[in-house]
Structure formats: structure tokens, C-alpha cells
């Protein structure tokens, strides 16, 4: 059971729109902390998708985009391509713990 | 540009331990802090700990906070992390990352750790 809670998958056809939610609690995401975001392509390490619950690092496009309110936070993924199809996770840091956590990861589907 | 490389894939047995290497390049090494990343197979990430390349400190997850040691060496630009009493669940691949603030920008390749009797 991850701190961070996100939906197991999602999916959407190219050119569509899709967002990935990420849900805390007062003590991470509800709190001072930043989110986070990392793309997991198949087989490979993890990349830095968003930082700083809205920011892209250079060489991401701008289709991605990162938003926080409250205790949540959610990825959007415009102009949906075939390559995008990936597992996405939120990762932020809870006081009560003292540790970073991870959402449990959401996989992406183009159809 | 920032690399990570890491060490190849280890099989050990229930109970021994494991050091994995991460060496870095292309950035200054002691200006960044060093994450450990670990994923089970078709599992999500899991943190591990954070050792500052700096000074050394570290902060480590409660749950491995007996088990693990992380460690630098500025000389090699090299991190490793060492994890004891394998068990068939530290089954997985573990990851070292670049640390900036409350993030990680650059990943390692990833090693393979699997334990089996």
C-alpha cells in the first residue's frame, strides 16, 4: 500500500488528453512538499518527467504539464503519441516518515 | 554529460549481502546528493535512503534502516550502497540517482540483485 495513491492504469487514443492523479495526505502532499513526476519506459531506468509539481526539465515536451492542489497532484499528457506509453509515478516526501515516497505507479496505455 | 553507470548484476544467496556501485560523470560529484531506488520485479519504486556526496550523511528508510550502508568515495566519484541479510524479497532492480533538492534528475542503468537459495 503506497503513501501516494494513483489509478493501476489509464489509457487514451492518440492526439486525446490524459491525466494521472496522485492523492496524499496532510503530512506530504498536503503540506509544504513538492510532487514529483518520472516517465518508466518499458525496460528501462526511470526519467524526470516534472519537478517541482510543474516543471520540465529541458527536452521534455511541452505536452506534459504538472499541477498541485490541496493533497493531490496530477500529470496531464496532451497530443497523446504512441511513445508516451509508459508508467508514470508521483514521488514526494512525508514528514510523518521522514522518507521519500512513491505513488504506486500508473500505466499508460495508447490505444 | 551526467552518467551514472552502475555495476552488473549480482545472485546471492539468502542471508549474504550485496554492494552495488554507482559511479558518476559529467557533473561535479560532491555538489549532489545520491538517492537509492530499488523495484521488484513488476512492482513499483521504492526509496531506499539518500547519502549526501558532500559530507556523508545519510538518511536512510526505516525499513532498511538496519540492513543498509550507504557510502562515497569522492576520489572515484563513486557511491555504493550495501545491503545485508538478503532475503528473496530484496529480489529486485536497484537503482542509484542524482539528487537535486527534492528530486532525482539522472538515473543509473539499474542492477539486477537476485537472491536465491
Known amino acids: 500500500q503506497s503513501v501516494l495513491t494513483q489509478p493501476p492504469s489509464v489509457s487514451g487514443a492518440p492526439g486525446q488528453r490524459v491525466t494521472v492523479s496522485c492523492t496524499g495526505s496532510s503530512s506530504n502532499i498536503g503540506s509544504v512538499y513538492d510532487v514529483h513526476w518520472y516517465q518508466q519506459l518499458p525496460g528501462r531506468a526511470p526519467k524526470l518527467l516534472i519537478y517541482?509539481?510543474?516543471n520540465r526539465p529541458s527536452g521534455v515536451p511541452d505536452r506534459f504539464s504538472g499541477s498541485k492542489s490541496g493533497t493531490s497532484a496530477s500529470l496531464a499528457i496532451t497530443g497523446l503519441q504512441a511513445e508516451d506509453e509508459a508508467d508514470y509515478y508521483c514521488q514526494s516526501y512525508d514528514s510523518s516518515l521522514s522518507a521519500w515516497v512513491f505513488g504506486g505507479g500508473t500505466k499508460l496505455t495508447v490505444l | 554529460q551526467v552518467q551514472l553507470v552502475q555495476s552488473g548484476a549480482e545472485v546471492k544467496k539468502p542471508g549474504a549481502s550485496v554492494k552495488v556501485s554507482c559511479k558518476a560523470s559529467g557533473y561535479t560529484f560532491t555538489s549532489f546528493g545520491i538517492s537509492w531506488v530499488r523495484q521488484a520485479p513488476g512492482q513499483g519504486l521504492e526509496w531506499m535512503g539518500w547519502?549526501?556526496?558532500?559530507?556523508?550523511?545519510?538518511n536512510y528508510a526505516q525499513k532498511f534502516q538496519d540492513r543498509v550502508t550507504m557510502t562515497t568515495d569522492t576520489s572515484t566519484s563513486t557511491a555504493y550502497m550495501e545491503l545485508r541479510s538478503l532475503r528473496s524479497d530484496d529480489t529486485a532492480v536497484y537503482y542509484c540517482a542524482r539528487q537535486d533538492q527534492q528530486w532525482v534528475d539522472y538515473w543509473g542503468q539499474g542492477t539486477l540483485v537476485t537472491v536465491s537459495s
Open positions: 517541482v509539481n510543474s
Open positions: 547519502i549526501s556526496a558532500y559530507n556523508g550523511n545519510t
